[in-house]
């Protein structure tokens, strides 16, 4: 199976900051990655598709790049809302595999 | 608006079996993947399974191979996870959700707990 190292797992931010999140795949899925944000006893919701797709609905301040191997996830000018745990999925190839996950902290 | 369901959760023995059905509403269910997603108390995501909108392909993660199945039945808008041989590590929220690939529509998940 593919595995995905996602990093950092734990970052602390304050309102305002830029950050972003990285997910390295052990071999190369092409564009077919998402990110997908969760909270505490929720659902995840996606928010990228397709390595840099934003999902309808949510803000332009999320934006993701790369292919191949290397992805990123950024968050431009954080809120209050975006804290909260980030998970990467490749979606290339069975079975898919998620990333570790990030939790995002105020600082 | 999309709509997923998910039931059957519950407590369970090491070595017993639980199905876990997922209802299905305001899409055409026939017309999608669908998929099944864990996550153990504390832990991360696990993707779990799939199944094309006929069912006729069904992926699994290398873990639950053999002891999961994962149906459909198209005229019911209905998911099923029939689960085998259940283990400890089996532990876990399962989520339904809608789509071959990243999936946009989730349920609100059901918790299988597996402990003597």
Known sequence: ?107 | EVYLVESGGGLVQPGGSLRLSCAASGFTFSSYWMTWVRQAPGKGLEWVANIKWDGGEKHYVDSVKGRFSISRDNAENSLFLQMNSLRVEDTAVYYCARDRTAPAHWGQGTLVTVSS
């Open chain 1, 1 to 107: 199976a593919i595995q995905m190292t996602q990093s950092p797992s734990s970052l602390s931010a304050s309102v305002g900051d830029r950050v972003t999140i990285t997910c390295r795949a052990s071999q190369g899925i092409g564009n077919g990655l998402g990110w997908f944000q969760q909270k505490p006893g929720k659902a995840p919701k996606l928010l990228i598709y397709s390595a840099s797709t934003l999902q309808t609905g949510v803000p332009s301040r999320f934006s993701g790049s790369g292919s191949g191997t290397d992805f990123t996830l950024t968050i431009t000018s954080l809120q209050p809302d975006d804290f909260a745990t980030y998970y990467c999925l490749q979606d290339t190839t069975f079975p898919y595999t998620f990333g570790q996950g990030t939790k995002l902290e105020i600082k």
